[in-house]
């Protein structure tokens, strides 16, 4: 026997409630970084933003406006997009940033030097420019094998790169060129300081050199 109407419509007000609930907790809120009017937002995002869209980034997202990040920057767990408009403002954001999965999106029509930023444990990279041409996002795998963090909360850079054994160089004069993501990796580096001594950052942060680092260059 059916039930009477008023249970039937406690019963659906019940199973929406339990399959939103279990949708929520399956949703993990990814990171988003942008500059505007020289003010840095950091906001959490349970869903994709269109690239570069700021109105919607602070209506969609919950943002907050951040002070410009200490020499000791924390890590970010999870998905982490910046969003930024030329090669310093790119890297104040990201230089000594330790994070997995990256997307970057360049939104200005800027031509970027080549400058060199230091990324630890990147294992995805995505790479967009529709405000300088109208480009396919970009995607570059750049191994599996990258060290990982079990922790969630923030660690400071200093002792993160102590432990760092993936060390990514991007060249941000790639947001210039019409040609594929490119990536090569060096294996079994003893000394990050001797095989690299035009990179003069990792003197402030020596690393240490009884360890075999994989660095992999990105252009």
């Not at 109407?5 to 339990?18: D, E, I, M, Q, Y």
């Not at 990256?102 to 990279?125: D, M, V």
């Not at 990258?146 to 947001?175: N, R």
Request: with cysteine.
């Amino acid at each position: 026997m059916a039930p009477p109407p008023g249970h039937r419509l406690l019963l659906l007000c019940a199973l929406g409630t339990f399959a939103l609930n279990r949708l929520t907790r399956g949703q993990k809120n990814s990171t988003l970084i942008f500059t505007r009017e020289d003010t840095i937002r950091n906001c959490s995002c349970s869903a994709d933003i269109q690239d570069c869209d700021y109105s919607l980034a602070n209506l969609m997202c919950s943002c907050k406006t951040v002070l410009p990040l200490p020499v000791e920057q924390a890590s970010y767990h999870g998905h982490l997009t910046i969003w930024f408009t030329d090669a310093s403002a790119l890297g104040r954001l990201l230089n000594f940033t330790r994070v997995q999965d990256l997307k970057l999106s360049l939104c200005s029509a800027n031509t970027l030097p080549t400058e060199y930023l230091a990324i630890c444990g990147l294992k995805r990279l995505r790479v967009t420019t529709e405000a300088r041409r109208p480009f396919p996002e970009q995607s570059l795998l750049v191994h599996r094998g990258a060290d990982g963090h079990s922790k969630e909360k923030p660690v400071l850079l200093h002792k993160d790169w102590q432990t760092c054994m993936y060390i990514s160089f991007l060249d941000t004069a790639l947001f210039n060129r019409d040609s594929s993501l490119r990536s090569y990796s060096i294996e079994n580096v003893a000394s990050i300081a001797n095989n690299f001594p035009d990179f003069s950052y990792f003197k402030t942060f020596p690393m240490p050199s009884n360890k075999s680092y994989v660095v992999t260059f990105i252009y």
